[in-house]
């Protein structure tokens, strides 16, 4: 009878862990881009029968996402709130009792990215910390402050209700604005959460148990902070909780083991990804299997194989930005690691489309990173992605490469277009994939339409006389009718004299 017990235990046990696996399955952005009220609201939603769903929102959203963004879900991967650092909005999409300004009265935008963070209370199933950092404007230009606001989901009938809000956990110490980063401890139920000083080489380190949150001595590592440091870059757990991130184009790429027992960084390795950079912000992801560091340079993606014992011999370059605008730069930005495996990328500026990295896993190019590889229902916000900590440390698999991507109406996959030849004087050649049908259209870089027409034979190249535009760079675009996987093909091309 024990031994059966012990049994069911454990399958009870397992059950558990693996529920809180979806914790992280529900992204969302919005943006106000009308005069209408509300945003215009998108979500990726990867709890839809093994689909990442990515669809736009019947209802308009109450915030708007610019910077900062963090939700959570419970164990089944259902939404329970979200944030933009200014409201916290319950899963019916109002704003939760005592929910407002958090950080700062009046507050209209949190400025940043990556200072805000929510984490399970450890002590209690149906509580939830939101970490958060403010610039106080009255008193300095720079974040002092690292606060938590406390959301008990008992309340307001399931759906919420925020108990406590803006409690300072630190104060009068400046810290790097982005880089808040979290990783679960050793025992699978605490929570790590680093965060560097600014001006120093220190990292403050807390801890997250039933008891509260708990500052620990900070550790003093690595190279003093440029002072021009805050918001530059950002700073990443590995998926497996072994390794510490951080990058800017000051300090370039510092990586460190990670001691989930004692929350200190070790075995500090400092790496140059290029000679000398613009003034540019970047970001920094890691692949699901914790062996390879993408860095977005604003116009180049590189890939750093952390295996490598020599960094130098693991660095390749990616690509470089195709200078598609659509309405506004399509750079790379701020980039997440999906439940589905692959890594997404935003601009810092709005855009229609976001880049996918669709095989992070994959040495060099066979990663596959696609620009401009997901067309969203309305233009983004300006450079945001959702910041979470790493759920599945413990877990053997990371991530579920079994989730697919379905496409709801006016969201699209990207896929290259075959045009030749590129530069062109006049004339160029399409190669339509697989003969298909449909619609092609031309925009110049303002992603203005200058041509279009309809291609309605079976034909697998098909000649256009694009003689009457310009010089310059233009983009073409072709979709396909009777289109189920909702692809849409593109490649830009140049016309010269």
Same mark, same amino acid.
């Given at each position: 009878?024990?031994?059966?017990?012990?049994?069911?235990?454990?399958?009870?046990?397992?059950?558990?862990?693996?529920?809180?696996?979806?914790?992280?399955?529900?992204?969302?952005?919005?943006?106000?881009?009308?005069?209408?009220?509300?945003?215009?609201?998108?979500?990726?939603?990867?709890?839809?029968?093994?689909?990442?769903?990515?669809?736009?929102?019947?209802?308009?959203?109450?915030?708007?996402? *610019?910077?900062? +963004?963090?939700? %959570?879900? $419970? =164990?089944?991967?259902? &939404?329970?709130? #979200?944030?933009?650092? /200014?409201?916290?909005?319950?899963?019916?999409?109002?704003?939760?009792?005592?929910?407002?300004?958090?950080?700062?009265?009046?507050?209209?935008?949190?400025?940043?990215?990556?200072?805000?963070?929510?984490?399970?209370?450890?002590?209690?199933?149906?509580?939830?910390?939101?970490?958060?950092?403010?610039?106080?404007?009255?008193?300095?230009?720079?974040?002092?402050?690292?606060?938590?606001?406390?959301?008990?989901?008992?309340?307001?009938?399931?759906?919420?209700?925020? *108990?406590?809000? +803006?409690?300072? %956990?630190? $104060? =009068?110490?400046?810290? &790097?604005?982005? #880089?808040?980063?979290? /990783?679960?401890?050793?025992?699978?139920?605490?929570?790590?959460?680093?965060?560097?000083?600014?001006?120093?080489?220190?990292?403050?380190?807390?801890?997250?148990?039933?008891?509260?949150?708990?500052?620990?001595?900070?550790?003093?590592?690595?190279?003093?902070?440029?002072?021009?440091?805050?918001?530059?870059?950002?700073?990443?757990?590995?998926?497996?909780?072994?390794?510490?991130?951080?990058?800017?184009?000051?300090?370039?790429?510092?990586?460190?083991?990670?001691?989930?027992?004692?929350?200190?960084?070790?075995?500090?390795?400092?790496?140059?990804?290029?000679?000398?950079?613009?003034?540019?912000?970047?970001?920094?992801?890691?692949?699901?299997?914790?062996?390879?560091?993408?860095?977005?340079?604003?116009?180049?993606?590189?890939?750093?194989?952390?295996?490598?014992?020599?960094?130098?011999?693991?660095?390749?370059?990616?690509?470089?930005?195709?200078?598609?605008?659509?309405?506004?730069?399509?750079?790379?930005?701020?980039?997440?690691?999906?439940?589905?495996?692959?890594?997404?990328?935003?601009?810092?500026?709005?855009?229609?489309?976001?880049?996918?990295?669709?095989?992070?896993?994959?040495?060099?190019?066979?990663?596959?990173?696609?620009?401009?590889?997901?067309?969203?229902?309305?233009?983004?916000?300006?450079?945001?992605?959702?910041?979470?900590?790493?759920?599945?440390?413990?877990?053997?698999?990371?991530?579920?490469?079994?989730?697919?991507?379905?496409?709801?109406?006016?969201?699209?996959?990207?896929?290259?277009?075959?045009?030749?030849?590129?530069?062109?004087?006049?004339?160029?050649?399409?190669?339509?994939?697989?003969?298909?049908?449909?619609?092609?259209?031309?925009?110049?870089?303002?992603?203005?339409?200058?041509?279009?027409?309809?291609?309605?034979?079976?034909?697998?190249?098909?000649?256009?006389?694009?003689?009457?535009?310009?010089?310059?760079?233009?983009?073409?675009?072709?979709?396909?009718?009777?289109?189920?996987?909702?692809?849409?093909?593109?490649?830009?091309?140049?016309?010269?004299?």
């Amino acid at each position: 009878m024990r031994f059966i017990f012990c049994i069911a235990l454990s399958l009870f046990l397992c059950l558990n862990i693996l529920a809180q696996n979806k914790q992280d399955y529900v992204w969302l952005w919005s943006n106000n881009s009308t005069s209408e009220t509300g945003n215009e609201a998108y979500s990726f939603n990867f709890n839809k029968n093994g689909t990442n769903y990515i669809e736009a929102l019947p209802d308009k959203l109450p915030i708007e996402f *610019t910077g900062n +963004n963090a939700s %959570i879900c $419970d =164990s089944e991967g259902n &939404l329970l709130f #979200y944030t933009n650092g /200014c409201q916290v909005i319950d899963a019916t999409h109002q704003i939760m009792p005592n929910g407002d300004n958090i950080n700062m009265e009046d507050c209209d935008f949190h400025p940043g990215t990556d200072n805000i963070m929510i984490l399970p209370d450890p002590g209690n199933q149906k509580g939830y910390y939101i970490f958060h950092k403010t610039i106080q404007i009255d008193r300095t230009a720079f974040i002092d402050n690292l606060k938590f606001t406390y959301v008990d989901i008992n309340m307001n009938n399931g759906l919420g209700a925020v *108990t406590d809000k +803006n409690v300072n %956990i630190i $104060d =009068s110490t400046q810290i &790097l604005s982005s #880089y808040l980063s979290a /990783c679960k401890h050793k025992n699978g139920t605490d929570w790590w959460i680093i965060q560097p000083v600014k001006d120093t080489n220190l990292y403050m380190r807390f801890i997250l148990d039933s008891e509260g949150v708990k500052r620990m001595q900070d550790q003093e590592i690595g190279p003093i902070f440029h002072w021009n440091s805050s918001a530059a870059g950002t700073a990443r757990f590995s998926p497996d909780g072994l390794k510490y991130a951080f990058f800017n184009i000051f300090e370039d790429l510092l990586l460190f083991d990670f001691d989930r027992i004692s929350g200190q960084l070790k075995n500090l390795k400092e790496f140059s990804i290029k000679d000398s950079y613009p003034q540019i912000f970047t970001a920094i992801e890691w692949s699901a299997d914790s062996r390879f560091l993408y860095v977005a340079l604003n116009d180049e993606l590189w890939q750093i194989d952390t295996w490598e014992d020599n960094l130098e011999d693991g660095r390749i370059l990616i690509d470089r930005w195709n200078g598609i605008r659509d309405p506004f730069n399509t750079t790379f930005y701020l980039m997440a690691l999906a439940p589905d495996c692959k890594i997404y990328m935003c601009s810092t500026s709005s855009t229609n489309t976001y880049h996918v990295i669709n095989k992070p896993n994959e040495k060099g190019k066979a990663c596959d990173f696609v620009q401009q590889g997901i067309r969203l229902p309305f233009v983004s916000a300006s450079g945001t992605m959702p910041n979470f900590p790493r759920f599945r440390v413990d877990d053997e698999e990371k991530c579920d490469p079994g989730i697919t991507s379905v496409f709801g109406d006016l969201v699209y996959y990207r896929k290259d277009l075959s045009v030749y030849p590129n530069p062109f004087i006049d004339h160029v050649t399409v190669e339509l994939p697989e003969g298909k049908r449909g619609q092609m259209v031309a925009f110049d870089m303002q992603g203005r339409v200058v041509w279009q027409g309809v291609h309605d034979r079976y034909e697998d190249r098909v000649p256009l006389d694009l003689s009457h535009l310009p010089t310059g760079a233009y983009s073409l675009e072709f979709l396909p009718i009777d289109n189920d996987e909702r692809l849409i093909y593109t490649s830009q091309v140049v016309k010269v004299d």
